[in-house]
């Protein structure tokens, strides 16, 4: 049993947190463009992997360490290290604290909507699960879809409040980005 359990946590570091980032980078780079399905497999780039796999873990045992402290404290952490996956998609070479803390001011005051927004696909789930869990394969590539949009909104906040700059994520805003933008936090 004991074996199984370090098999497990061993795939999980060395390949899940890859795929995960893939993932991530996946359908973020599909908010921006058409993409192909090798968009998965880029943490496994060798200068990639090794920052990806270290960021990724310390996050994991963050998250874990506040889960002991309370309960509440640590789902609150985890919301605010959620973003974790997709600053790494967007800048795989970026500084594991560096991650972390990026992911904590973005989501700082967001962690509510982000919340409501996860409740909001609890019927999805439900209705999915009616189907021996089958359904669910078709409300997670969606579920996906709608966090790298959060994503996307709250990297442009990041970059309009000053807490990191285009470049730090690698991401270059188009004018009409940049206009929509100036919009947006206009309103607000």
């Known amino acids: 049993m004991v074996m199984i359990v370090i098999v497990v946590v061993v795939l999980r570091v060395f390949l899940g947190y890859i795929l995960e980032v893939g993932g991530r980078n996946y359908f973020l780079r599909g908010t921006e463009r058409e993409v192909a399905f090798k968009e998965v497999g880029f943490g496994f780039n060798s200068d990639y992997y090794l920052n ?39 800048n795989p070479n970026i500084d594991s604290n560096r991650a972390i803390e990026l992911s904590v001011e973005m989501t700082n005051g967001q962690k509510w909507d982000m919340f409501v927004l996860d409740l909001s696909f609890l019927g999805w789930y439900i209705l999915g699960s009616l189907l021996f869990g089958i359904g669910t394969w078709f409300v997670n590539p969606y579920v996906d879809a709608t966090k790298a949009q959060l994503y996307a909104s709250l990297r442009l906040g990041a970059i309009k409040h000053n807490l990191c700059t285009p470049e730090e994520l690698c991401y270059a805003l188009s004018n009409a980005e940049e206009s929509e933008q100036n919009d947006w936090y206009d309103e607000y």
């Open 52 to 90: 990806i796999v270290v960021t990724m873990f310390i996050k994991d045992v963050y998250n874990f360490l506040w889960l002991l402290l309370f309960i509440i404290p640590g789902i609150i952490k985890a919301y605010a290290y959620s973003m974790v996956p997709y600053i790494l998609a967007d």
